[in-house]
């Protein structure tokens, strides 16, 4: 049995509150969504927030609506509604597919899109409370230890991978955020919300202390524009990615005019394959440039000792999205 | 036989040592349970308020500390030990409760947040006359379970699949189970329960 360690517990109602509460802890408390990471993360002994700001009560965080061509989510809600939502199943497939692909149905009823967004990463070491380096200390130990669950791209000098299926599926999409805090509002685009451990080495997203992400954009799909999510993971359900894939496109009959691709679970971001997008664009899709794709996408990838299987595992399922969104 | 006192069988003695054994057994555990957490919230900066939850079905007043899981409070401080801890890191299942007729891993869900909902444990399942709730009922007569730890918490969110789902199919029951892991590795026959159960629930 682990004991979560005493912290204050407020539950605003307005998200002002929420916010005002948050800066005012100077980086000592933290949003508390569904809980399913942070009360997990808390209970491992890992250095824990002193103040919890539930927003389980913050009415103007929930929902899904359509504005225009936008599908807005707000990011209290909840992953089981999100992936049964007929207007995210419609607009936003590859989203809706996520969602259903996370965790179990216990986890989808309370974990939020939000919190799914700012999980922090599964790393066996980090959550062991090593003194590795984004604890604090001087070293990886994935890098010379045991690697097989972490990155092939993007590393350095940290090899964690980021765990959310649904920020594949939404970096594919095209998705931007929507901050607020202290400062006001703002937005911006879901790859610029991640930041890699070369960059930062703390966290990995780029919220300030007291923001909160408000809602997740996503433009809805026009006709000819496809998006689909594959996830692939040790056990049929419930676990985490070993790789997931998104992609999103724009086809005229087989003729890709513009692609999005995004791998989960290979890098310490949502891994958006530049190379491989650029050579899609414009092009017929057939078995055989899809083949050239999946190569490109993974062309930059240095495995560690126990992970090269994920670089034939993503370039399958890059292969796999591109023909499969040609074919409808 | 000489050893045994005057009167009573030598079956009967072992019986009432084995019983004996038993309640002295879960005293214990649930003991252990409330002192370690009273130790917990008897910290200096920790601090009980007293809510009132709703409780299969009861209003229930009880001292709840912001630190404490729903499990917690529904093991140590309402007695309701139906309802069991695994990993306590909503990875096994074993302490699904409803909230609301939704399952949920009470092990990581803060008390604090359940009020003015309906939490369901195992306990609150079958009707008050005693009758056991179709899923149950299909347990008992399929022998569902080997060494059973993590049966209540199957059978809840088996319950929460019967209830919005009266006639899954067995994949739509597994998935539906997917959250909840035995590690006797009997889901064969847990599910066949399952589907028993919803067999019960068609017939009635």
Same mark, same amino acid.
């Given at each position: 049995?682990?004991?979560?360690?005493?912290?204050?517990?407020?539950?605003?109602?307005?998200?002002?509150?929420?916010?005002?509460?948050?800066?005012?802890?100077?980086?000592?408390?933290?949003?508390?969504?569904?809980?399913?990471?942070? +009360?997990?993360?808390?209970?491992?002994?890992?250095?824990?927030?002193?103040? %919890?700001?539930?927003?389980?009560?913050?009415?103007? +965080?929930?929902?899904?609506?359509e504005?225009?061509? %936008?599908?807005?989510?707000?990011a209290?809600?909840?992953?089981?509604?999100?992936?049964?939502?007929?207007?995210?199943?419609?607009?936003?497939?590859?989203l809706?597919?996520?969602?259903?692909?996370?965790?179990?149905?216990?986890?989808?009823?309370?974990?939020?899109?939000?919190?799914?967004?700012?999980?922090?990463?599964?790393?066996?070491?980090?959550?062991?409370?090593?003194?590795?380096?984004?604890?604090?200390?001087?070293?990886?130990?994935?890098?010379?230890?045991?690697?097989?669950?972490?990155?092939?791209?993007?590393?350095g000098?940290?090899?964690?991978?980021?765990?959310?299926?649904?920020?594949?599926?939404?970096?594919?999409?095209?998705?931007?955020?929507?901050?607020?805090?202290?400062?006001?509002?703002?937005?911006?685009?879901?790859?610029?919300?991640?930041? +890699?451990?070369?960059?930062? +080495?703390?966290?990995?997203?780029?919220?300030?202390?007291?923001?909160?992400?408000?809602?997740?954009?996503?433009?809805?799909?026009?006709?000819?524009?496809?998006?689909?999510?594959?996830?692939?993971?040790?056990?049929?359900?419930?676990?985490?990615a070993?790789?997931?894939?998104?992609?999103?496109?724009?086809?005229?009959?087989?003729?890709?005019?513009?692609?999005?691709?995004?791998?989960?679970?290979?890098?310490?971001?949502?891994?958006?394959?530049?190379?491989?997008?650029?050579? %899609?664009?414009?092009?017929?899709?057939?078995?055989?440039?899809?083949?050239e794709?999946?190569?490109?996408?993974?062309?930059?990838?240095?495995?560690?000792?126990?992970?090269?299987?994920?670089?034939?595992?993503?370039?399958?399922l890059?292969?796999?999205?591109?023909?499969?969104?040609?074919?409808? | 036989?000489?050893?045994?006192?005057?009167?009573?069988?030598?079956?009967?003695?072992? *019986?009432?040592?084995?019983?004996?054994?038993?309640?002295?057994?879960?005293?214990?555990?649930?003991?252990?349970?409330?002192?370690?957490?009273?130790?917990?919230?008897?910290?200096?900066?920790?601090?009980?308020?007293l809510?009132t939850?709703?409780?299969?079905?009861? #209003? #229930?007043?009880?001292?709840?500390?912001?630190?404490?899981?729903?499990?917690?409070?529904?093991r140590?401080?309402?007695?309701?030990?139906?309802?069991?801890?695994?990993?306590?890191?909503?990875?096994?299942?074993?302490?699904?409760?409803?909230i609301?007729?939704?399952?949920?891993?009470?092990?990581?869900?803060?008390?604090?947040?359940v009020r003015?909902?309906?939490?369901?444990?195992?306990?609150?399942?079958?009707?008050?006359?005693? *009758?056991?709730?179709?899923?149950?009922?299909?347990?008992?007569?399929?022998?569902?379970?080997?060494?059973?730890?993590?049966?209540?918490?199957?059978?809840?969110?088996?319950?929460?699949l019967?209830?919005?789902?009266?006639?899954?199919?067995?994949?739509?029951?597994?998935?539906?189970?997917?959250?909840?892991?035995?590690?006797?590795?009997?889901?064969?026959?847990?599910l066949?329960?399952?589907? #028993?159960?919803?067999?019960?629930?068609?017939?009635?």
């Amino acid at each position: 049995m682990s004991f979560l360690p005493h912290f204050k517990l407020s539950r605003p109602e307005t998200l002002e509150e929420a916010i005002s509460t948050l800066a005012g802890a100077s980086g000592r408390a933290a949003a508390l969504g569904g809980g399913s990471d942070l +009360l997990d993360w808390m209970k491992s002994g890992l250095p824990a927030p002193e103040q %919890l700001v539930a927003l389980d009560r913050i009415k103007a +965080l929930r929902g899904i609506r359509e504005e225009k061509r %936008l599908l807005v989510i707000g990011a209290a809600t909840c992953l089981a509604e999100i992936a049964v939502a007929d207007v995210v199943i419609e607009a936003a497939p590859a989203l809706a597919q996520a969602a259903a692909d996370v965790g179990s149905p216990q986890i989808r009823s309370v974990a939020t899109l939000g919190g799914n967004l700012l999980q922090r990463p599964r790393c066996w070491y980090l959550r062991s409370n090593y003194p590795c380096l984004k604890n604090g200390g001087n070293r990886c130990y994935a890098i010379t230890g045991q690697n097989h669950y972490h990155a092939i791209l993007g590393a350095g000098p940290s090899a964690i991978v980021h765990p959310s299926d649904c920020a594949a599926a939404l970096s594919a999409l095209g998705a931007r955020v929507r901050v607020q805090g202290p400062g006001g509002r703002r937005e911006l685009a879901i790859d610029d919300l991640y930041q +890699l451990p070369a960059d930062r +080495l703390d966290l990995e997203h780029a919220l300030e202390p007291g923001e909160i992400l408000t809602d997740v954009v996503v433009p809805r799909a026009r006709r000819q524009e496809r998006s689909r999510f594959i996830k692939v993971r040790d056990r049929a359900l419930f676990d985490f990615a070993v790789v997931s894939a998104a992609a999103w496109m724009r086809l005229d009959g087989l003729l890709c005019k513009e692609v999005r691709l995004c791998l989960g679970a290979v890098a310490p971001v949502p891994w958006r394959p530049a190379a491989a997008e650029a050579y %899609l664009t414009d092009r017929m899709i057939n078995e055989e440039v899809a083949i050239e794709a999946a190569r490109l996408a993974l062309d930059a990838a240095v495995p560690l000792e126990h992970n090269s299987y994920k670089i034939p595992l993503a370039r399958n399922l890059v292969r796999r999205l591109v023909l499969g969104l040609a074919a409808g | 036989m000489e050893d045994t006192p005057r009167g009573v069988s030598r079956r009967t003695f072992i *019986k009432r040592v084995i019983a004996g054994g038993a309640v002295a057994y879960s005293g214990s555990y649930l003991f252990r349970g409330t002192g370690t957490l009273l130790a917990q919230v008897s910290a200096p900066d920790s601090v009980e308020r007293l809510i009132t939850l709703r409780v299969n079905g009861q #209003r #229930r007043p009880v001292d709840v500390a912001r630190q404490e899981t729903l499990a917690m409070t529904l093991r140590y401080k309402l007695g309701l030990t139906g309802t069991k801890l695994g990993c306590d890191r909503a990875e096994c299942g074993s302490c699904t409760v409803l909230i609301d007729g939704v399952p949920h891993y009470s092990c990581s869900v803060l008390t604090h947040t359940v009020r003015g909902r309906e939490v369901t444990s195992i306990e609150g399942l079958a009707d008050p006359s005693g *009758k056991l709730n179709p899923v149950q009922q299909a347990v008992v007569d399929g022998a569902g379970f080997q060494c059973a730890f993590c049966a209540p918490g199957f059978i809840v969110t088996a319950t929460a699949l019967l209830n919005i789902n009266p006639n899954p199919t067995r994949r739509e029951a597994a998935e539906a189970l997917s959250g909840n892991l035995c590690r006797c590795g009997d889901y064969n026959k847990i599910l066949d329960c399952v589907m #028993r159960a919803s067999e019960y629930v068609r017939r009635s």
